[in-house]
């Protein structure tokens, strides 16, 4: 078993700030994904990496960059916080080469934009 | 774009009963899973259920898939309280690894 770590669970944040959510995985998986979670909205997909140092735009990318540092870990940055801004954003792996992916998530960081 | 759904947004029932969840999407799929999210968890999926299968089975769970008409529906029997979640399907096209997932129906198991 494996387990995925998303630091920090809570973040506030100001208008304007940009604010970084990090994600480490255990599986040793080699993707990752980062998604953003809007009450009433599903799961959007914003960046994945198929592997170290490979980074793919997903359908919510503006706003965001995102770093894949080595194979455990996988980072987001907000590039400029909007105020009123909440969601909650979910880090997930997978294997890569399966016909068909089983994502592990890991438990989200609540972002609050003030 | 691709697109999956469930076709509603809450159920409510008690303990026990039966209860079906009803996901539809709009473009040819490899495979369709299915996820259970609880209060301030992450997604867990249930089951993935492949373009060429028809019925899949875990414990308490079946879900179906008929490419035909571009839908599946997740059935749990004997529910219980725990079983009270949001309940998402996602489907995966090709190998991108991409999955894209519908707005999810909450579903509230009373005693």
């Known amino acids: 078993g494996g387990i995925i770590t998303q630091t920090p669970k809570f973040l506030i944040g100001q208008e304007g700030q940009k604010l970084t959510l990090k994600c480490q995985q255990n599986f040793n998986h080699d993707t990752m994904y980062w998604y953003r979670q809007d009450s009433g909205k599903g799961l959007r997909l914003i960046y994945y990496?198929?592997?170290?140092?490979?980074?793919q735009k997903g359908d919510l990318s503006e706003g965001y960059d995102a770093s894949r540092e080595k194979k455990s870990s996988f980072s987001l940055t907000v590039t400029s916080a909007q105020k009123n801004e909440m969601a909650v954003f979910l880090c997930?792996?997978?294997?890569?080469?399966?016909?068909?992916?089983?994502?592990?998530f890991g438990s989200g960081t609540r972002l609050t934009v003030l | 774009s691709q697109l999956a759904e469930e076709n509603s947004w809450a159920l409510s029932v008690h303990e026990g009963e039966s209860v079906t969840v009803n996901c539809s999407y709009k473009?040819?799929?490899?495979?369709l899973q299915w996820y259970r999210q609880k209060s301030g968890k992450g997604p867990a999926q249930l089951i993935l259920?492949?373009?060429?299968?028809r019925e899949k089975r875990n414990g308490r769970l079946r879900a179906t898939l008929d490419t035909s008409s571009q839908s599946s529906s997740l059935s749990i029997t004997a529910t219980r309280c725990e079983d009270t979640a949001v309940y998402f399907c996602?489907?995966?096209?090709?190998?991108?690894?991409?999955?894209?997932f519908g707005l999810g129906t909450t579903l509230q198991v009373q005693p």
């Open positions: 990496s198929i592997t170290e140092n490979d980074l």
């Open positions: 997930a792996s997978s294997r890569l080469g399966a016909s068909a992916e089983t994502l592990y």
């Open positions: 473009t040819s799929i490899t495979a």
């Open positions: 259920i492949r373009s060429n299968e």
């Open positions: 996602a489907t995966l096209t090709g190998n991108t690894g991409k999955l894209i």
